[in-house]
C-alpha cells in the first residue's frame, strides 16, 4: 500500500510541474519537404527527387515533467508545391499534411529571458491530399491523387498515415520564439514489394519557424 501511496503521490507531483511549468506556443513556418523516388519505382536506371516549398501553422503544448524537461505535443498543418522540369516536360506536385508531434526538450537557460531548447522526437503524420499533374509541351493533365487506386491502380497507390522522427533546436527570447527542425520517415509514403524489387517513395521535411509562447 505505502509503494501505490508513494507512486501516486510521485504522479500528482509530476502534475503539478507540468501545470506550473507548462506552455502554450503557435508559429508559422517554411517548410521544405522532399521525396525521393528510388529507381525501382521510377522505372529507370536513376532515382530521382521532388523538392516542395510551402508553408506550416503548428501549435504546441509543452508539459514539464522535470526542471529544464518538457514533453511536447500539438497539431501542426503543412503544404508544399514544387515542379520538376525535364525538357518540355513538366511534373507538378502538391502536398497537404497533418501532423501530431511528440518531443522530448531539454532547456538551457543561457541568459534572463533567453533559452536555447535542443530536441528529438517521433511524429504521426496524415496526408490530407497528395496529387501530380504532367504537362508536356504547354499542354497540362488532369491533377491525379495517389490515393485514387482507379488512377495509380492497387500496386502503386501511396500510403496515406506514416511514421517519422525529428530532431531540432528552439531558441527563445521572452515570448518570442525561432525553430530549426529536420526530420525525416519511418514509414514510406508508398513502398511496394514486386518480383523485381521494392520501389519505394521516401519523405523528408525541413522546417524554420517563429512563433509566441503563452
Do not use: C
Not at 26 to 55: I, P
Not at 146 to 172: A, E, I, L
Not at 175 to 191: C, E, M, N, R, V
Not at 192 to 203: A, L, Q
Amino acid at each position: 500500500m505505502k509503494k501505490i501511496l508513494m507512486a501516486a503521490a510521485l504522479l500528482v507531483a509530476g502534475a503539478s510541474i507540468a501545470n506550473a511549468e507548462g506552455y502554450n506556443r503557435v508559429a508559422l513556418s517554411y517548410d521544405m519537404q522532399h521525396f525521393s523516388f528510388n529507381k525501382e519505382y521510377t522505372g529507370t536506371d536513376k532515382s530521382e527527387g521532388r523538392n516542395l516549398n510551402g508553408f506550416g501553422v503548428a501549435y504546441t503544448h509543452g508539459f514539464g515533467v522535470a526542471e529544464n524537461m518538457f514533453v511536447e505535443t500539438g497539431l501542426g498543418f503543412n503544404a508544399g508545391f514544387g515542379t520538376e522540369s525535364v525538357g518540355d516536360y513538366k511534373q507538378k506536385m502538391q502536398n497537404m499534411n497533418f501532423k501530431v508531434p511528440v518531443n522530448y526538450v531539454y532547456r538551457f537557460n543561457v541568459a534572463d529571458g533567453i533559452t536555447i531548447a535542443p530536441y528529438a522526437g517521433i511524429n504521426f503524420k496524415l496526408n490530407v491530399a497528395t496529387k501530380l499533374r504532367d504537362e508536356y509541351d504547354g499542354q497540362k493533365g488532369d491533377w491525379v491523387s495517389v490515393f485514387d487506386k482507379d488512377k495509380m491502380g492497387d500496386d502503386f497507390t501511396w500510403n496515406r498515415f506514416q511514421m517519422g522522427w525529428q530532431v531540432g533546436v528552439g531558441f527563445s527570447y521572452a515570448k518570442y520564439y525561432l525553430g530549426i527542425q529536420y526530420g525525416t520517415d519511418f514509414i514510406p509514403a508508398y513502398s511496394h514489394k514486386f518480383d523485381g524489387g521494392t520501389p519505394k517513395v521516401n519523405s523528408s521535411n525541413l522546417n524554420i519557424a517563429v512563433g509566441y509562447t503563452f
